[in-house]
């Protein structure tokens, strides 16, 4: 299965590459990066360990992804991201934490979970706080939609959840519509449920509730 999003779910954000940023990618990708390829990943050899694996599609600045991966050690996690800095700011903090249970993608994670990733392979995948687009026009750019869902339930193993965070009232009414819909996944508790205290606060997040919007956590699971 592929998927065909057309035009692209996110919006690239332009920010300055600190020296220490650029360091780490000219330095670290080598140790930490997801090679390039078409084929199918081979989980196993990626990360050297039979572990679960979890992908995570959008780290922004990867401070969340390097506080659950320290507080997981036996789950192993490839975080995604199109903005380079972030992606520079997630490698010294995998090196700085001497942490090796992630791999890192400088790229869309959406067309890595459709194009490289195998069925049934993911024991997780997190979707945190996807671009919102807000504008009715926009909202075919969701990232999660009827189509993503599907994708979801072939690549999750049985027992591979699904969590989804957003600060949007209607996106969030518009994920639980679409996982509800997908006969490959069941909803989890009915619907949005509060964040779970081992999802650290993003910086995002804080910056949504500063403006008064409610948070919604949402699960899926495969069956």
């Given at each position: 299965?592929?998927?065909?999003?057309?035009?692209?779910?996110?919006?690239?954000?332009?920010?300055?590459?600190?020296?220490?940023?650029?360091?780490?990618l000219g330095t670290l990708a080598d140790r930490f990066a997801v090679g390039d390829?078409?084929?199918?990943?081979?989980?196993?050899?990626?990360?050297?360990?039979?572990?679960?694996?979890?992908?995570?599609?959008?780290?922004?600045?990867?401070?969340?992804?390097?506080?659950?991966?320290?507080?997981?050690?036996?789950?192993?996690?490839?975080?995604?991201?199109?903005?380079?800095?972030?992606?520079?700011?997630?490698?010294?903090?995998?090196?700085?934490?001497?942490?090796?249970?992630?791999?890192?993608?400088?790229?869309?994670?959406?067309?890595?979970?459709?194009?490289?990733?195998?069925?049934?392979?993911?024991?997780?995948?997190?979707?945190?706080?996807?671009?919102?687009?807000?504008?009715?026009?926009?909202?075919?750019?969701?990232?999660?939609?009827?189509?993503?869902?599907?994708?979801?339930?072939?690549?999750?193993?049985?027992?591979?959840?699904?969590?989804?965070?957003?600060?949007?009232?209607?996106?969030?009414?518009?994920?639980?519509?679409?996982?509800?819909?997908?006969?490959?996944?069941?909803?989890?508790?009915?619907?949005?449920?509060?964040?779970?205290?081992?999802?650290?606060?993003?910086?995002?997040?804080?910056?949504?509730?500063?403006?008064?919007?409610?948070?919604?956590?949402?699960?899926?699971?495969?069956?």
């Amino acid at each position: 299965m592929t998927l065909n999003h057309a035009p692209a779910t996110y919006k690239l954000r332009r920010g300055r590459i600190t020296p220490g940023q650029r360091l780490a990618l000219g330095t670290l990708a080598d140790r930490f990066a997801v090679g390039d390829g078409d084929g199918p990943l081979d989980l196993s050899t990626l990360f050297g360990r039979d572990a679960p694996v979890v992908l995570e599609i959008g780290f922004g600045m990867g401070i969340t992804t390097l506080a659950m991966a320290e507080a997981d050690p036996g789950t192993d996690l490839i975080a995604a991201d199109v903005h380079t800095p972030g992606v520079g700011a997630l490698l010294r903090g995998l090196h700085e934490r001497g942490l090796d249970n992630v791999r890192v993608l400088n790229g869309d994670g959406a067309e890595l979970l459709a194009q490289r990733i195998p069925s049934g392979s993911l024991a997780g995948i997190r979707v945190y706080f996807p671009d919102p687009w807000p504008k009715a026009r926009h909202h075919k750019r969701r990232l999660v939609d009827a189509e993503f869902a599907a994708l979801v339930a072939d690549r999750l193993a049985p027992g591979g959840r699904l969590h989804c965070a957003t600060d949007w009232e209607h996106y969030a009414q518009q994920m639980v519509a679409v996982l509800t819909a997908e006969p490959g996944l069941e909803l989890e508790h009915g619907g949005p449920v509060e964040r779970p205290e081992w999802r650290p606060v993003t910086k995002y997040e804080a910056r949504g509730m500063a403006r008064g919007h409610a948070v919604a956590d949402i699960f899926a699971v495969r069956p």
